[in-house]
């Protein structure tokens, strides 16, 4: 039976343009150069992929339930385009000021992740731009990965020194696409394959 392979992925930072005033519409969520073909390059080498994301918007009152459902169908038809797709998205809605255990740095999304799945979460790695989305992945027990856009493409050397301490063991990745061909490239010589996958999307050359 092949085992379930399942990636995690942040959202904003990390599949699409970060913004200091919040992505509070469609229009406003404009996918990283690259990100999306990173996502479907994975989903033809047989992961999985959902999405874990901090969304206090809600709370905040900057957008409702049908614009984020908005944006998420805008992600998923531009995925589909280039041929990948999230399974699902996580999302916590609340402030940081209403305590709840969803709100990365916290791992109570992570935790979901593992209970919808029933997967053990050491095996699924969580990918992220900010010192939360590694915390909230290294208290779940995943692997962490980050990746140099977002709020990571600011982070002065000793802010990574510093980000990198919080979930010793996390892999560096210049962007999503990085990690994508990082991850496709170690699982092939783990099978002992070189050469191209049977999809462009897995191609390593």
């Known amino acids: 039976m092949t085992p379930f392979k399942l990636i995690i992925l942040d959202r904003d930072g990390t599949i699409n343009e970060d913004r200091d005033d919040f992505v509070k519409t469609p229009d406003?969520?404009?996918?990283?150069?690259?990100?999306?073909?990173?996502?479907?390059?994975?989903?033809?080498?047989?992961?999985?992929?959902?999405?874990?994301?901090?969304?206090?918007?809600?709370?905040?009152?900057?957008?409702?339930?049908?614009?984020?459902?908005?944006?998420?169908?805008?992600?998923?038809?531009?995925?589909?385009?280039?041929?990948?797709?999230?399974?699902?998205?996580?999302?916590?809605p609340h402030t940081p000021e209403e305590g709840c255990d969803c709100r990365k740095p916290l791992p109570g999304l992570m935790l979901q992740v593992g209970e919808r799945y029933g997967l053990n979460l050491k095996d699924v790695a969580v990918v992220g731009d900010s010192m939360r989305d590694l915390q909230a992945g290294a208290t779940a027990g995943c692997p962490t990965h980050l990746v140099r856009t977002g709020k990571a493409a600011a982070y002065s050397e000793a802010q990574m020194e510093q980000v990198l301490?919080?979930?010793?063991?996390?892999?560096?990745?210049?962007?999503?696409?990085?990690?994508?061909?990082?991850?496709?490239?170690?699982?092939?010589?783990?099978?002992?394959?070189?050469?191209?996958?049977?999809?462009?999307?897995?191609?390593?050359?």
């Open 28 to 92: 406003e969520w404009i996918p990283i150069p690259g990100a999306l073909e990173a996502i479907a390059r994975l989903n033809h080498a047989g992961w999985h992929t959902v999405v874990v994301t901090n969304q206090s918007g809600l709370g905040r009152g900057l957008f409702d339930m049908a614009t984020l459902n908005a944006m998420h169908l805008k992600m998923n038809q531009m995925l589909a385009k280039v041929g990948g797709r999230i399974d699902a998205v996580f999302f916590c």
């Open 165 to 205: 301490s919080r979930a010793p063991g996390t892999q560096v990745h210049a962007d999503l696409a990085a990690f994508a061909e990082a991850t496709i490239l170690r699982e092939r010589r783990a099978r002992g394959v070189t050469g191209e996958t049977d999809s462009g999307f897995g191609r390593l050359n």
